[in-house]
C-alpha cells in the first residue's frame, strides 16, 4: 500500500466516523432492499466504518468490508467485535487494484459513496466486475453532479474555496452521471441492458443543530477539511462557513426539538454481472 497515496491521506484526514454516525439509519435500509440472506457473500467497498457492512452481516450474509483508511478500516473492526459479528471482516484496500482478492467470489458488491472517490473510475469498474460472481450484482450509491441536496452542494462549494486538481483529475461526481456509469462497465464487460438506475434519497440524521452538523463536515470530513483550510489561506474561511451554514440550515427537514435531518439525493447503480 503506497503511503503517499493522495486519496488515502484524504479520508485518513479527520475522523469520518463521525459524520458516518448521522447515516446508519439510511444504510440499514439500503442493506434491507437489497435481499441480503444468510450465506450471501457480501463485499463493501470503501465501507468506512461499516455503515452498510454492518447491517449486510447481522442479516447473515458473510461480509468484507474494504477501505483505503486504515483509521476506518480499525473503527469497523472494533464495531464488529463489538456487535459480536464473526462474519463481518474489515481490511485495507485499494478500490483501483483489488490484488488480494480472488476472481468471481462476491454474490454483491456494494459500495455506497465509497468507490466513486477512487481516482481510477476505469479500474475500480474492472474491478467489482471481476470479483464479482457471473449472475451476481453490484450496486453503488453516487452522489450526483450539480444535485441541488446537500452533499454534490457541499463538495461543490468545497471545491469552488479550493485550489485547482492536479493535471489528469477526474470527478468522482461522474459516478452520479448514468452515461459515464454505463461507459465505464460498458469497458469492463457489461452490456447497457445490464445496468438500472434509480433516484434515491439519504438521510443525515443529528441530535443537533445545522450549524453543529456542519462542525462535524468542518472538523472532521476530508474534503470539507481540506476546502477550509485553503479557504484560510486566503482569508475566505468566513464566507466558506457563512455559505455552507445557510445551505445546512434551508436543506434540514428537522422538527423544532433541535434535532437535524437532511435529506441527499443520490444515483443508485444495479450492475447485473454477466
Do not use: H
Not at 453490484?138 to 463538495?155: E, F
Not at 474555496?161 to 489528469?168: D, I, L, N, T
Not at 439519504?202 to 450549524?211: A, I
Request: glycine share 10%; net charge negative; proline share 8%.
Amino acid at each position: 500500500m503506497n503511503a503517499t497515496n493522495p486519496n488515502k491521506a484524504l479520508w485518513e484526514k479527520g475522523d469520518f466516523t463521525r459524520l458516518a454516525a448521522t447515516m446508519r439509519e439510511s444504510g440499514d435500509k439500503v442493506v434491507e432492499s437489497l435481499g441480503v440472506k444468510p450465506g450471501m457473500k457480501v463485499l463493501d467497498l470503501g465501507c468506512g466504518d461499516g455503515t452498510t457492512a454492518l447491517p449486510a452481516a447481522k442479516r447473515g450474509a458473510e461480509v468484507l468490508g474494504v477501505d483505503i483508511a486504515s483509521n476506518l478500516v480499525a473503527a469497523g473492526k472494533r464495531r464488529a467485535e463489538e456487535a459480536g459479528l464473526a462474519n463481518l471482516r474489515f481490511q485495507e484496500g485499494d478500490a483501483c487494484a483489488l490484488t488480494d482478492l480472488p476472481d468471481q467470489t462476491f454474490d454483491l458488491a456494494l459500495s455506497m459513496f465509497g468507490a466513486m472517490f477512487a481516482p481510477k473510475p476505469d479500474d475500480v469498474a474492472r474491478e467489482l466486475v471481476r470479483v464479482v460472481k457471473p449472475g451476481g450484482r453490484i450496486v453503488m450509491g453516487n452522489w450526483i453532479p450539480n444535485d441541488p441536496t446537500l452533499v454534490a452542494q457541499v463538495l461543490k462549494t468545497s471545491m469552488s474555496y479550493s485550489p485547482p486538481p492536479p493535471e489528469g483529475f477526474i470527478s468522482p461526481m461522474l459516478w452520479g452521471s448514468e452515461a459515464a456509469v454505463t461507459e465505464r462497465f460498458g469497458k469492463a464487460g457489461v452490456p447497457p441492458e445490464n445496468i438500472s438506475f434509480s433516484r434515491e434519497t439519504y438521510e443525515f440524521q443529528f441530535p443537533g443543530s445545522p450549524s453543529e452538523l456542519l462542525a462535524v463536515f468542518r472538523n472532521y470530513y476530508g474534503p470539507t477539511m481540506n476546502a477550509f483550510a485553503a479557504a484560510e489561506a486566503n482569508g475566505r474561511a468566513d464566507d466558506l462557513q457563512r455559505e455552507l451554514e445557510a445551505l445546512f440550515t434551508a436543506q434540514n427537514k428537522g422538527g423544532r426539538d433541535g434535532t437535524t435531518s437532511i435529506p441527499a439525493t443520490f444515483l443508485r447503480v444495479t450492475v447485473k454481472r454477466p
